[in-house]
């Protein structure tokens, strides 16, 4: 069994910054493949960021956070992370982080096995 537990959410103004933190435990955090995924009120669960291989070289991104969104791992404290800057409202959501090893194509959730519990971020205009 894997454990996921998300941190770092919180209220920020528009243009702010914040850095989630998903802490994993249960199995080699190495041979995961890692996501962020976000779900606002009303709306399906959205993919943000993933990081495919264990030297975190390969990462992909959503459109909607090209640029302003980074996502990186340390495998030694087993955990990823998602620096968040240039803040929007419309990134407002519960984010939430997820790990897989199976593979798959890394922006669909059916790719991943476990789940947190999601971290609320919210953004003040």
């Known amino acids: 069994q894997v454990q996921l537990v998300e941190s770092g959410g919180g209220l920020v103004q528009a243009g702010g910054s914040l850095r989630l933190s998903c802490a994993a435990s249960?199995?080699?955090?190495?041979?995961?493949?890692m996501a962020w995924f976000r779900q606002a009120p009303g709306k399906e669960r959205q993919f943000v960021a993933a990081i495919i291989n264990w030297s975190g070289s390969n990462t992909h991104y959503a459109d909607s956070v090209k640029g302003r969104f980074a996502i990186s791992r340390d495998n030694a404290k087993n955990t990823v992370y998602l620096q968040m800057n240039s803040l929007k409202p419309e990134d407002t959501a519960v984010y939430y982080c997820a790990a897989g090893f199976k593979g798959g194509p890394p922006a669909t959730t059916q790719t991943y096995d476990y789940w947190g519990q999601g971290t609320q971020v919210t953004i003040s205009s």
């Open positions: 249960g199995r080699t955090f190495s041979s995961f493949n």
